[in-house]
């Protein structure tokens, strides 16, 4: 085992837990935004919708 094999191992490891993270947020964005358009089709408006309206 050379000194390289750890640097690329680490390298394309901290790739990999990037791309995971980066996925994983894109997907729960995803997720979040589809409860929110159920919610907001069931009625149920943010609080922040008042706010923004002027009322």
Same mark, same amino acid.
């Given at each position: 085992m050379t000194?390289?094999?750890y640097v690329y191992?680490?390298?394309g490891f901290a790739a990999l837990v990037?791309?995971?993270v980066t996925?994983?947020?894109?997907?729960?964005?995803?997720a +979040? %935004?589809?409860?929110l358009a159920a919610l907001e089709a069931a009625g149920i408006r +943010? %609080?922040?919708a008042s706010a923004r309206d002027g009322e």
């Open positions: 000194h390289a094999f191992a680490s390298y990037t791309i995971a996925l994983w947020t894109w997907a729960d964005g995803r +979040r %935004r589809r409860e +943010r %609080r922040s």
